[in-house]
């Protein structure tokens, strides 16, 4: 969950109309650009803005420079009856990502689990929109991805490793109860963004500068990115060991191996060099390989709902399931629309001015 | 990698012998009393003390209290070709891992993949220990455990939550390359018993009081856990959600979930009531559902030796991989002996002149 500077609510069918219409307009067939809005958009309904509509550009622009071949189909490149490795011949991120989420899928209806790894694709949106599709199946949802080289090794000074979500979605007796998409990272890119606009410093232990150790100055790393130069954002635990950075840089190599590794394809620090070359991993697990479905989703909703109602710190309201917060946000953006700023709302209309698609927002 | 203050080196298999001769004095058979042994010495061997023999005192006193039932044999509740829930009937909490350990191993020889889930077990020793036997196969391991209640849920004040480690173990073309064993919380219990006894404060983002917010004074929180009020230690990420901290609550959770939650077992707050009940997973995944073994230990080797030789923080000297300070201390010890400090040193000659073992360390 991210704050923004709200513009304007916006129906949710006009934001999604008019992704589905700039994506057509730069050579997706209906099918791609439509998973491609409905993701972006799904994003911005639950408050993560920085994997939102506000992306839609730089998708377009990753069209134009041939980073995305928004006409290539993902191939398979071997299988088994619980797995599969896909090539996603550097096409359109969520449309490979569909392809493999309904392999996972049709592999754990027959054989009970089904793992998929998949290279040469392309950034894939929120990690948990996957997972969440598995886990409509009754299934056990994974899903994770390497992503574009943003976060420094515990005692490195190179961003070789990527911001790399790891997400888990459990079927359970309530809506969606347990669903977590977390970034590997302490924190994602776009929060040194909304610190570099804000002209305010970073707490120590986010990210480091040029010489591998904290700073606060999020323009200066952000410059690092740009640049290609050292420095960049600490692993989940922060900086050195004390506070288990170690453990966040361990979660990373995990997305590394799962996604990169098992694919034969790029990790996190040789992606994005002439095309996209991102990796990612899906899961699916029948959740009736470990007995009656029914009563280990009663089983995983009474363990949850006995941390949630436990004692709360003081001065705090509530404690919070992974996707509570999401799921509200949601609902809200549903029945009253969906959050834009000024100055994605005004992206967007320069979008629709120069591909002349038409619609309103 | 934990410190010790040194008090003597003893060779490998006077332990192991002292090990084995204590619990076969308590009522174990010889396998069990071995895997115990073995699971212990391993654990300092790699310099983790606080899961070593120091331990050894706490399974006999739990096998006298009846929290551990050493004659119990672990039983099959449920089982798929990919998948297992077995019950460790309160068993020695490493004899049932072991079971489970061959059983998801069995699986994913036969179909691929292969998930254990186990119910009413014991302490099973360093997580790590069953994600590499499982490793030995050429399969990726996966190791994990619920434990006695110790963290805090992020806005609670309750200790709910297991140090629940995720342990996973990557086949590769050199020793041991990638094998993380990370507690999902920011600190292991037995550091601040370290700190305790060196009368230290811990930094901010390790612990929290009865109040539910951070303190720098160990001894509260361990008296809290004995007292069993309120307090405890923190997840991976620390207070609150500024640092992440709702992350590390996250993979607690999914320790619960793959833990109790599938094998429909106690979650960590409700183990240890009069039995250990204690919940574990296993995973078993065969390298080649993903095409040529060695094909893939290569790339895997390759993508982690490319970060581990990127460019390190000025002032610092290694980028460490997940493993490789064990795999040193290891060695040392199988060379030099196994390092015991002086009031583990004490306790075990009370062990040996309690049950009269005729043990020399």
Chains 1, 2 share one sequence.
């Not at 689990?113 to 996957?130: P, Q, T």
């Not at 690092?224 to 966040?248: C, Q, R």
Request: hydrophobic letters at 40%; charged letters at 20%.
């Amino acid at each position: 969950m991210e704050g923004i500077d709200l513009y304007k609510r916006v129906p949710k069918s006009d934001l999604v109309l008019l992704a589905t219409k700039a994506m057509m307009a730069v050579g997706c067939n209906a099918e791609r650009a439509e998973i491609v809005a409905d993701n972006l958009v799904e994003a911005d309904m639950r408050g993560v803005y920085s994997h939102g509509i506000a992306r839609l550009q730089r998708y377009l622009t990753h069209i134009s420079q041939g980073i995305i071949n928004p006409a290539n189909d993902p191939t398979v490149v071997f299988e088994t009856p619980v797995s599969c490795v896909m090539d996603g011949n550097n096409g359109v991120g969520q449309y490979v990502a569909k392809k493999a989420t309904e392999k996972a899928i049709e592999k754990a209806s027959m054989s009970g689990i089904g793992l998929v790894s998949v290279r040469h694709s392309n950034h894939y949106g929120i990690a948990g929109y996957w997972a969440e599709m598995i886990m409509q199946n009754e299934m056990i949802g994974i899903s994770s991805t390497n992503t574009a080289p943003l976060v420094v090794p515990t005692f490195g000074k190179k961003a070789l490793l990527g911001t790399s979500p790891l997400a888990f979605a459990f079927p359970s007796d309530q809506e969606d109860l347990f669903m977590m998409d977390m970034a590997t990272s302490v924190v994602p890119r776009g929060k040194l963004e909304v610190y570099a606009r804000n002209q305010k410093s970073m707490p120590d232990g986010w990210c480091v500068d040029e010489s591998g150790h904290s700073t606060k100055d999020p323009d200066r790393v952000l410059k690092g990115f740009v640049n290609k130069s050292t420095g960049g954002i600490l692993p989940l635990g922060g900086e050195g060991e004390d506070f288990g950075g170690h453990k966040g840089f361990g979660l990373g190599l995990l997305v590394e191996l799962i996604t990169a590794g098992f694919s034969l394809g790029a990790y996190s620090g040789e992606t994005y060099q002439k095309e996209g070359d991102v990796c990612h991993f899906f899961g699916a697990i029948r959740l009736d390989v470990f007995g009656n479905t029914s009563t280990i989703k009663s089983h995983i909703s009474s363990i949850l709902q006995k941390i949630k109602g436990s004692e709360k710190a003081d001065g705090t309201e509530e404690i919070y399931l992974h996707n509570e917060k999401e799921v509200r946000a949601r609902k809200k953006a549903l029945s009253e629309g969906v959050g834009v700023d000024e100055p994605t709302h005004k992206a967007l209309l320069d979008i629709v001015g120069k591909y002349n698609l038409g619609t309103v927002i």
